[in-house]
């Protein structure tokens, strides 16, 4: 792969009518970005959970917080990748956008995730494998019922962003090539994948084919399908990798699960007592003005932010021919060495233990996966049957967008799944109260 083909501005289902510089100065690039942040599906966000759930008296990160915060991250990898190449001798002038392409992926990678944090994907997943959605298995081709049943919120964010729903225009939100290749983290198909993550679904097959023929993205396997990353995914999983581990950590402080001593420390420990000694020196000496608690943890993180940032960017230039062979294997922050490394896997296992397996992130988790059972159950009995007269009162809560002329047992499926996989967690828990009973709407 290189980089002359790699960066394209060229979109999905729209033809070049305007050049990038009459557009007030902005670029192809940057238009991508203010397309998404501009839109419905990323404001919802700001109502799904990240980790925790969402705010009672202390406000921890959303969906929308983290993606924000991913792509100022994304930005600080893209613009340093893109001084590297330019330095290397790279031509393509538009490799100075790396960083508005890698942003724009950053805000948009966590768009095709469902309600209630992960527990959202597995719900879905569970209602195939578990639940009564193993009815439908005879009435779905091979690979389609695994799109289901290994339901993946990234291949969820591709389609939402490529797929032409009803009344809406041809290419989705019509992004560049580029910024939507930035955006699959896994670049194959769900037959007989090895583990129950995948980057499209039957349905956008083809529009990934094409995206991936006019960036000449290597092809690694025909049957079934699978392709290389494009190396800026590497950048986008990077920043997102950054982000969970460190904001987690953050939030986890202000909610008091994890002390202020054993936080402060766990940020210490990415530095070195003897190479880091003049850095640790300057930390000490904030901590003599700054004494808020809060303020000091938010000091350390921006500190090991961007010591991440710069080591993830190292191990990218270190691995750069094997990324651009497609041959890299792993993420680039587990590449990273020394003290970091150490420091990160200390993190992570204590997120595990007490961040993630907290009780009240438990208890969302079994909330979310009741409640999203239970609005698949309802909507796909009423979508399959919709001569019913309760059938047709649900379909009609459904938005237009999402009642096609649908043909297929898939495509009515997934009508569903798009309705139900972009509902904010509010939204999701009235309408199952609703559909149970549980809550009737005002009269007054």
């Given at each position: ?8 501005s ?12 009459d ?136 389609r ?8 809406r ?24 994948v ?7 679904f ?15 993205i ?31 950590l ?24 003897q ?40 191990v ?9 062979d ?106 199952f ?12």
């Amino acid at each position: 792969m290189n980089w002359n083909e790699l960066i394209s501005s060229k979109r999905l289902g729209s033809k070049p009518t305007v050049k990038a510089s009459d557009l007030y100065n902005r670029t192809q690039f940057q238009r991508d970005y203010d397309r998404i942040i501009f839109s419905s599906p990323f404001r919802r966000m700001q109502n799904k959970t990240q980790v925790f759930p969402l705010p009672g008296s202390i406000f921890v990160h959303n969906r929308l917080t983290h993606s924000l915060e991913v792509a100022s991250v994304g930005r600080s990898l893209g613009n340093i990748l893109a001084e590297k190449l330019i330095e290397s001798g790279e031509t393509n002038p538009l490799l100075q956008e790396l960083g508005a392409v890698v942003s724009s992926a950053c805000l948009a990678h966590d768009m095709g995730n469902p309600p209630f944090g992960h527990a959202g994907e597995e719900a879905i997943s569970s209602y195939f494998k578990n639940g009564k959605g193993q009815n439908l298995e005879l009435m779905l081709q091979a690979e389609e019922w695994k799109d289901f049943v290994y339901f993946d919120g990234n291949a969820n964010a591709f389609r939402l962003l490529s797929h032409q729903f009803n009344g809406r225009r041809a290419g989705g939100f019509a992004l560049t090539y580029t910024t939507l290749a930035s955006i699959v983290k896994y670049p194959f198909e769900s037959v007989n994948v090895k583990k129950p993550k995948f980057g499209f679904f039957q349905s956008e097959k083809d529009i990934y084919l094409d995206i991936a023929h006019e960036l000449n993205i290597k092809q690694l396997e025909a049957d079934p399908l699978k392709f290389a990353r494009h190396p800026l995914v590497f950048l986008v999983e990077a920043a997102d990798d950054i982000c969970y581990q460190v904001m987690d950590l953050e939030d986890a402080h202000r909610l008091n699960i994890i002390s202020y001593e054993q936080t402060r420390d766990l940020f210490r420990n990415f530095y070195h007592p003897q190479d880091d000694k003049d850095l640790l020196q300057k930390i000490d000496a904030t901590f003599k003005v700054v004494l808020d608690h809060n303020e000091r943890i938010a000091y350390l993180r921006a500190g090991v932010i961007n010591k991440l940032v710069h080591q993830c960017i190292e191990v990218f230039e270190a691995n750069q021919q094997e990324i651009m062979d497609g041959t890299f294997q792993g993420s680039l922050i587990d590449q990273i060495q020394g003290q970091s490394h150490e420091a990160m896997q200390t993190i992570q296992s204590l997120s595990i233990d007490k961040i993630y397996k907290h009780r009240s992130v438990i208890e969302i988790e079994i909330s979310g996966h009741q409640i999203i059972g239970t609005l698949l159950e309802s909507f796909i009995e009423a979508i399959l049957s919709p001569e019913e007269g309760y059938s047709k009162r649900l379909i009609s809560m459904m938005p237009q967008q999402y009642r096609g002329h649908h043909q297929t047992t898939y495509e009515k499926v997934q009508s569903v799944i798009d309705f139900v996989s972009g509902m904010t967690d509010l939204y999701a828990l009235d309408l199952f109260r609703k559909i149970k009973g549980i809550n009737l709407p005002s009269l007054g």
